[in-house]
């Protein structure tokens, strides 16, 4: 994940951060939750600006595997 000068932040100021993928991709993280079986942090994330996706669906992705993202996160977060 691409943070810039961020090194670490609560979780609870993960929830309305936008991440982009490397294609350019756009989600809003709504969620997050631990996966104690795979010893994962999953992000819940709604995509953004597509007009055909259904606002209410989520996915979860394991942040370990989001090396390539970036992450703007919103509400004041002051690192």
Known sequence: MILFDIKRVPPNALIGAFLTMPNGHEFKCVNYYVDMQNNNF???LQSEGDICSDSTSSQGYCLSDMTDWSIRLQGG???
Do not use: Q
């Open 42 to 44: 999953v992000l819940e």
């Open 77 to 79: 977060f002051v690192s």
